[in-house]
């Protein structure tokens, strides 16, 4: 479960900017952002908050980048992506290096919030419902911006975008800054799921902490088809393949770590073949808008 | 092409540059790092023959990843493609030796590893070629899947009993790839010389060559002139799959000698910016990929010396990328020049081929357009 919130933060984030037609091949590094700078501070003012708050920043910060580049430049998208995950991946190795390389600090136990009723279900009432703030704060956003996307005219915004950013343009919107926004949306949503990583689960940050996160929840977002609601689904059922290591070791079974950590891509793959003609991706993904151009 | 190795070079010089300040403020030395980055890579004749060392398998995986991008498919699955060519080399490499001898091995081995890695890359290109399936994200996952495969692979069967980490039973070094006129490069890097020639021959003269960058260019183009982009997508993925396997195998056999249990240059990601930088030029990319091998070898001796991890060429590696594109939109925008990557590439401001029934561009799902 823990696994799945990282997912969860990365793909809502990715879904609404993906539905402005924005790919952010670079989440992976977004999400490294994220959890180093959310470490660095938390551990620095020992304040989960602020440092989940860094979090946001940081991710928001690498997403800057996407979006001036990209948005505003209409530089390629993919190659940017790639940029910015090495960027990401070496600045956050480096820094980590050069400052922690002899301490190598980590975090005190993160604090968790029981829901009073919900606890007291048998077996999984404890685990499931006792949880870091953040988490319920998660699940409420996913809810709350599949309302947005399909609800308000912000979301209409947003998937018009994506879907024929012309239409959204001759309307009087500004499709650059409809998609600026959703770009830095993703980046800040998807810097708080690396901090959570970091804060909560890991309770500290190694280099390349991610391990990939960042392009299942790529996938997750593509597989969402638009409502949130298989996001959660999904995000749900990649952490779990994420963790299971652990468990089955809790229950006693014996596979190699190598086998289980294979397990979410082989899903990923798996749904892909099996649902192929479905994943549902707006036509204007990944193209830059010039306005204007024919 | 003298102006286009300029512009190659500026992102570099920017990078460098950056990366010095970079290296600045975390206290070290810039002057002194690039003084030992390039005396090592460069300067050196050990250290110049590491880098030429480090460079054939890198050419490798820029041929493939030339064939694949220049047809407009992104084979991010490198990584998995590289490794899995390497585990399977190093895993039957000894005992094939012990059957067939040294060269009847090297061939067997190499073909198995081109094999492998063109195998993986089927079911990419399947689900990209005939239902348009974002092959970025499929190809990603059939890396990490990839990497799990080797490493359970150099866990299991293929282990030999040594106590410590897992690994393959060491080819001896007189039975791996043989070395060139008393030097300590090995005909790895021949191989990756003919084969980026052989790429790019292959992309300017012959018909499959012109029929991938139509491809590239226009999938819509590419039906109406009757070509079948399912059959390209697969032949062009499997073609850049097969060489980057084979690259895995000179990296075995012609540097390690044996596979490690978690050993992961994850050269695939790294090589892409260098391909760009060569406008997806095969050329090109055999320059650029031998600068940056001298930069890689050189870094990571002068990281060492600096005391720094050596993840910072990463930072420029990124750092060259972004410059770039960057500097790219600048010489379109003022008409200096041609974009960064052939023509045919650029036109992706045009939909890719969106309606065209064989399914190059994303289906569409339930009518979500925007009320008039």
Same mark, same amino acid.
Request: glycine letters at 12%.
């Given at each position: 479960?823990?696994?799945?919130?990282?997912?969860?933060?990365?793909?809502?984030?990715?879904?609404?900017?993906?539905?402005a037609?924005?790919?952010?091949?670079?989440?992976?590094?977004?999400?490294?952002?994220?959890?180093?700078l959310?470490?660095?501070?938390?551990?620095?003012?020992?304040?989960?908050?602020?440092?989940?708050?860094a979090?946001?920043?940081?991710?928001?910060?690498?997403?800057a980048?996407?979006?001036l580049?990209?948005?505003?430049?209409?530089?390629? @998208?993919? $190659?940017?992506?790639? +940029?910015? &995950?090495? *960027? /990401?991946?070496?600045?956050?190795?480096? !820094? #980590?290096?050069?400052?922690?390389?002899?301490?190598?600090?980590?975090?005190?136990?993160?604090?968790?919030?029981?829901?009073?009723?919900l606890?007291?279900?048998?077996?999984?009432?404890?685990s499931?419902?006792? @949880?870091? $703030?953040?988490?319920? +704060?998660? &699940?409420? *956003? /996913?809810?709350?911006?599949?309302?947005? !996307? #399909?609800?308000?005219?912000?979301?209409?915004?947003?998937?018009?975008?994506?879907?024929?950013?012309?239409?959204l343009?001759?309307?009087?919107?500004?499709?650059?800054?409809?998609?600026?926004?959703?770009?830095?949306?993703?980046?800040?949503?998807a810097g708080?799921g690396g901090?959570?990583?970091?804060?909560?689960?890991?309770?500290?940050?190694?280099?390349?902490?991610?391990q990939?996160?960042?392009?299942?929840?790529?996938?997750?977002?593509?597989?969402?088809?638009?409502?949130t609601?298989?996001?959660?689904?999904?995000?749900?059922?990649?952490?779990?393949?994420?963790?299971?290591?652990?468990a089955?070791?809790?229950?006693?079974?014996?596979?190699?770590?190598?086998?289980?950590?294979?397990?979410?891509?082989?899903?990923?793959?798996?749904?892909?073949?099996?649902?192929?003609?479905?994943?549902?991706?707006?036509?204007?993904?990944?193209?830059?808008?010039?306005?204007?151009?024919? | 092409?003298?102006?286009?190795?300029?512009?190659?070079?500026?992102?570099?010089?920017?990078?460098?540059?950056?990366?010095?300040?970079?290296?600045?403020?975390l206290?070290r030395?810039?002057?002194?790092?690039?003084?030992?980055?390039?005396?090592?890579?460069?300067?050196?004749?050990?250290?110049?023959?590491?880098?030429?060392?480090?460079?054939?398998?890198?050419?490798?995986?820029?041929?493939?990843?030339?064939v694949?991008?220049?047809?407009?498919?992104?084979n991010?699955?490198g990584?998995?493609q590289?490794?899995?060519?390497?585990?399977?080399?190093?895993?039957?490499?000894?005992s094939?030796?012990?059957?067939?001898?040294?060269?009847?091995?090297?061939?067997?081995?190499?073909?198995?590893?081109a094999?492998?890695?063109?195998?993986?890359t089927?079911?990419?290109?399947?689900?990209?070629?005939?239902?348009?399936?974002?092959?970025?994200?499929?190809?990603?996952?059939m890396?990490?899947?990839?990497?799990?495969?080797?490493?359970?692979?150099?866990?299991?069967?293929?282990?030999?009993?040594?106590?410590?980490?897992?690994?393959?039973?060491?080819?001896?070094?007189?039975?791996?790839?043989?070395?060139?006129?008393?030097?300590?490069?090995?005909?790895?890097f021949?191989?990756?010389?003919?084969?980026?020639?052989?790429?790019?021959?292959l992309?300017?003269?012959?018909?499959?060559?012109?029929?991938?960058?139509?491809?590239?260019?226009?999938?819509?183009?590419a039906?109406?002139?009757?070509?079948?982009?399912v059959?390209?997508?697969?032949?062009?993925?499997?073609?850049?799959?097969?060489?980057?396997?084979?690259?895995?195998?000179?990296?075995?056999?012609g540097?390690?000698?044996?596979?490690?249990?978690?050993f992961?240059p994850?050269?695939?990601?790294?090589?892409?910016?260098?391909?760009?930088?060569?406008?997806?030029?095969?050329?090109?990319?055999?320059?650029?990929?031998?600068?940056?091998?001298?930069?890689?070898?050189?870094g990571?001796?002068?990281a060492?010396?600096?005391?720094?991890?050596?993840?910072?060429?990463?930072?420029?590696?990124?750092?060259?990328?972004?410059?770039?594109?960057?500097?790219?939109?600048?010489?379109?925008?003022?008409?200096?020049?041609?974009?960064?990557?052939?023509?045919?590439?650029?036109?992706?401001?045009?939909?890719?081929?969106g309606?065209?029934?064989?399914?190059?561009?994303?289906?569409?799902?339930?009518?979500?357009?925007?009320?008039?």
């Amino acid at each position: 479960m823990v696994a799945a919130v990282p997912l969860l933060f990365a793909s809502l984030g990715e879904l609404v900017s993906e539905q402005a037609g924005v790919l952010n091949v670079g989440l992976e590094g977004y999400m490294l952002f994220g959890a180093f700078l959310a470490f660095v501070v938390a551990y620095n003012t020992g304040s989960e908050m602020l440092g989940m708050l860094a979090g946001i920043v940081a991710g928001a910060g690498g997403a800057a980048i996407m979006a001036l580049l990209c948005v505003r430049m209409n530089l390629d @998208q993919i $190659v940017v992506g790639i +940029a910015i &995950i090495l *960027l /990401a991946e070496g600045a956050t190795s480096l !820094l #980590h290096d050069a400052a922690y390389a002899e301490s190598r600090p980590s975090l005190d136990a993160p604090s968790e919030l029981a829901i009073p009723l919900l606890k007291e279900i048998p077996i999984l009432g404890e685990s499931l419902f006792t @949880q870091n $703030v953040i988490v319920y +704060a998660g &699940i409420a *956003l /996913a809810f709350a911006v599949g309302w947005m !996307l #399909h609800r308000s005219s912000a979301g209409l915004s947003v998937r018009a975008a994506g879907e024929r950013p012309e239409a959204l343009d001759a309307a009087g919107v500004s499709v650059v800054a409809t998609r600026v926004w959703a770009t830095l949306f993703a980046g800040g949503l998807a810097g708080l799921g690396g901090a959570y990583l970091a804060i909560v689960s890991a309770g500290s940050f190694t280099p390349f902490i991610t391990q990939g996160s960042g392009f299942i929840a790529i996938v997750i977002a593509m597989l969402s088809r638009g409502r949130t609601s298989w996001t959660i689904v999904g995000s749900v059922l990649f952490g779990l393949s994420l963790s299971i290591a652990t468990a089955l070791q809790l229950i006693g079974v014996e596979i190699q770590t190598d086998y289980v950590q294979m397990l979410p891509f082989i899903v990923v793959i798996v749904v892909l073949v099996l649902f192929a003609r479905r994943s549902y991706l707006p036509s204007a993904l990944a193209l830059p808008y010039v306005r204007g151009e024919k | 092409m003298l102006k286009a190795s300029l512009t190659a070079i500026v992102p570099i010089l920017l990078a460098l540059g950056c990366m010095g300040i970079l290296l600045a403020v975390l206290g070290r030395e810039p002057f002194t790092f690039y003084a030992d980055m390039f005396q090592r890579g460069l300067f050196e004749w050990e250290g110049f023959q590491e880098s030429i060392i480090r460079s054939a398998p890198l050419l490798l995986i820029a041929a493939g990843l030339i064939v694949a991008f220049r047809a407009n498919l992104w084979n991010l699955g490198g990584d998995g493609q590289f490794l899995l060519g390497a585990a399977l080399t190093a895993g039957f490499a000894p005992s094939l030796l012990d059957s067939l001898g040294v060269w009847p091995m090297l061939i067997a081995t190499t073909l198995i590893a081109a094999l492998i890695g063109a195998a993986w890359t089927i079911i990419p290109a399947v689900l990209r070629g005939r239902y348009g399936v974002n092959e970025i994200v499929t190809t990603l996952m059939m890396s990490f899947i990839g990497i799990g495969v080797a490493n359970v692979l150099v866990k299991g069967p293929f282990r030999t009993d040594v106590a410590g980490v897992a690994r393959t039973d060491v080819v001896p070094f007189d039975e791996r790839f043989p070395l060139l006129f008393g030097t300590r490069i090995h005909l790895g890097f021949v191989i990756g010389v003919v084969a980026i020639l052989a790429v790019h021959l292959l992309m300017t003269r012959t018909s499959l060559g012109l029929r991938l960058r139509i491809l590239g260019a226009s999938p819509r183009a590419a039906l109406h002139a009757g070509l079948n982009p399912v059959r390209l997508t697969v032949i062009a993925f499997m073609l850049s799959g097969a060489m980057i396997g084979l690259s895995g195998a000179v990296e075995i056999l012609g540097v390690q000698g044996s596979f490690r249990a978690d050993f992961d240059p994850a050269y695939g990601l790294l090589v892409i910016p260098l391909v760009f930088l060569a406008r997806l030029n095969a050329i090109g990319s055999l320059v650029l990929v031998i600068v940056f091998s001298v930069i890689q070898i050189g870094g990571e001796s002068a990281a060492r010396e600096a005391e720094i991890t050596s993840d910072v060429l990463l930072v420029l590696v990124g750092l060259i990328l972004v410059f770039m594109a960057v500097i790219e939109y600048f010489r379109v925008n003022r008409g200096l020049g041609t974009a960064f990557v052939p023509p045919e590439v650029a036109d992706r401001i045009r939909p890719p081929g969106g309606d065209s029934p064989s399914g190059s561009g994303p289906a569409i799902g339930t009518g979500e357009v925007m009320p008039r």
